[in-house]
């Protein structure tokens, strides 16, 4: 196989279901959450090993160049590429895909992913994008599933098909977020992995899925330069439509390899705490499942169940868990009667 790797971190996204620790000033991908390093960090260096750091592409907002340049001091300029505003992930793919082939990479691989998931064996994570160098190299793309490991609704899922290789097969379908009784069924059949929202493909590849099922993206998307700050009306004017429902919905060369390695997405306060995410001084008492985070002082949970309690300079969260996706309506409230809290 003669291909190389580049790394593409999408670190865009307001977090706002992590609210109100992420904020848009210091999104959570820039935060310490569960280490000494912070998230964006710890995805880069999953790629220790698998590339150098001169393929390490970041897109971002243009209002975190400086924060990611001080995570990441040995970025490229070239490397770093800052969306003016979010536009979904077909758009960041899209951009970085055109990057490359611009530059002459276009047989190179793309491995796409977000910068806030949690991988406790980078060596697992390296040899399944191996496993899947070589379909990718075919020209398929090729996703990463993860074998569920409980009836979880805040996932899509992917179906697996029939094998084409060892360690590879088709999709067969790719199915929404479901409701607690279709999750149990989805575990119990063992033919449903996570859609983890991570991508191997060419370069090339993706521009012509792209050109194909999303033409109005793709023609602007030729418009936008080789810089790294394209111009804000062209670039707002992108279609904002996910990579999931523009392209792979509806291709017909998708293949899925599952994950050598256990993984969480840090999507909400309740999913943070399968990766004992916390901070500060806790007593609890007939109480379980839950999550507390603050300055410092202690904190008290007596007879409550499947709750965060977060605590910042200015804010004080009290959240039950099957309230944690609408978090995210709390925050545009906010956006319009507080904006300095968010």
Wanted: aromatic share 8%.
């Amino acid at each position: 196989m003669e291909s190389s790797f580049f790394g593409i971190i999408m670190a865009g996204g307001r977090g706002t279901r992590f609210w109100p620790v992420s904020t848009r000033k210091l999104p959570k991908q820039f935060l310490h959450l569960t280490g000494d390093r912070t998230m964006l960090q710890e995805t880069a260096a999953r790629f220790d090993g698998l590339c150098d750091h001169g393929q390490i592409m970041v897109v971002t907002g243009s209002d975190h160049r400086n924060t990611v340049l001080a995570q990441l001091p040995w970025i490229r300029n070239e490397n770093l590429l800052l969306e003016p505003s979010g536009r979904n992930t077909a758009a960041c793919i899209g951009w970085a895909a055109k990057t490359l082939v611009d530059r002459g990479c276009g047989s190179d691989l793309m491995v796409v992913v977000p910068s806030d998931h949690v991988i406790d064996n980078p060596e697992g994570f390296r040899n399944t994008l191996i496993m899947a160098a070589q379909p990718a190299m075919d020209g398929k793309l090729v996703t990463i599933g993860v074998k569920p490991d409980r009836p979880a609704t805040g996932y899509g899922y992917l179906e697996k098909g029939k094998p084409i290789s060892e360690g590879v097969y088709e999709v067969s379908s790719f199915r929404e977020k479901p409701d607690l009784e279709t999750a149990s069924e989805y575990c119990s059949g063992g033919s449903y992995f996570w859609n983890a929202g991570m991508f191997i493909w060419r370069a090339d590849v993706i521009m012509e899925e792209i050109a194909r099922y999303l033409p109005e993206l793709s023609r602007k998307l030729l418009q936008l330069g080789s810089g790294t700050c394209p111009d804000p009306q062209l670039y707002n004017s992108l279609q904002s439509i996910s990579i999931d429902y523009g392209v792979m919905e509806n291709a017909d060369n998708v293949v899925m390899v599952p994950a050598r390695f256990e993984w969480n997405d840090i999507g909400d306060w309740p999913s943070a705490r399968r990766c004992g995410v916390g901070r500060g001084e806790v007593l609890v008492k007939d109480s379980k499942n839950t999550t507390v985070w603050n300055r410092g002082k202690l904190t008290v949970l007596l007879g409550v169940s499947n709750v965060s309690v977060v605590e910042t300079d200015s804010v004080t969260l009290i959240m039950s868990d099957e309230y944690s996706q609408k978090l995210r309506e709390v925050v545009g409230e906010l956006e319009d009667n507080k904006p300095d809290l968010v």
